[in-house]
């Protein structure tokens, strides 16, 4: 480090959340369920229940976000063009049929995540925020990637994989302003803790949802 550097310069709190998060974004793009669906190695049926258990998460984050809209913190990241229910229900409708919802359950894992949602993110800001970022800023980036392999691997035309697509935003742009909210958050230091942590702990319910997916798989 450069003795230059000012050692007492606040560190952004995107920065801490890279650090903090290394481990969990290695786990986490090393995925063999993602991989499997990724090159079309696994059956498109699979790729239908990733969509499934994904429907009852963004069910309990939206409503979540219905929750904290007036929130002073939280309510700086409900961004109604980013919700993905509509689109969900859309690639399930296509991949199910007309029943999809009765076709569908959530796996134990899939209800863990929920339940770690509903108890963290539906009246406090820093789980609300945690598990927000973590969804949508995924998807925005390693997300359009997995989108573009999957209409590759499957043959996608105009639907299946609309889950992918966000209509109206450019997600390199929207990232960088994303990043540029977190890093304006008001937060104490236990605060910044709190958020942190939680984040850490929606990487781990992700990647344990996608090792039941593989599991179930092969």
Known sequence: MSFLADSS??????????????????????????????????????YAELLA???????????AAGA?????????FVYPELYRMPSLESDLRFLFG????????????TTTYCTRIRSAAFDRATGYVAHHCTRYLGDLSGGQWLGQAVVGAYGFRRHGYRFFVFEGVDPPLFRARYRERLNAVPWSRAEQDAFVNE??????????????LWESWT
């Not at 258990?53 to 409503?63: D, K």
């Open 199 to 212: 984040v850490s702990a929606a990487f781990r319910l992700n990647i344990d949802l996608l090792a039941e």
């Open 9 to 46: 310069a606040p560190t952004l709190l995107t920065a801490r959340l890279r650090e903090a998060t290394r481990q969990e974004h290695a786990a986490a793009r090393r995925s063999p369920f993602i991989d499997g669906i990724a090159s079309g190695r696994l059956p498109m049926a699979a």
């Open 53 to 63: 258990q994904y429907w009852f998460v963004y069910e309990s984050l939206e409503l």
């Open 98 to 109: 007309p029943r999809w919802q009765s076709r569908i359950t959530a796996l134990p894992a």
């Open 68 to 76: 904290m809209a007036d929130d002073p913190v939280a309510g700086r």
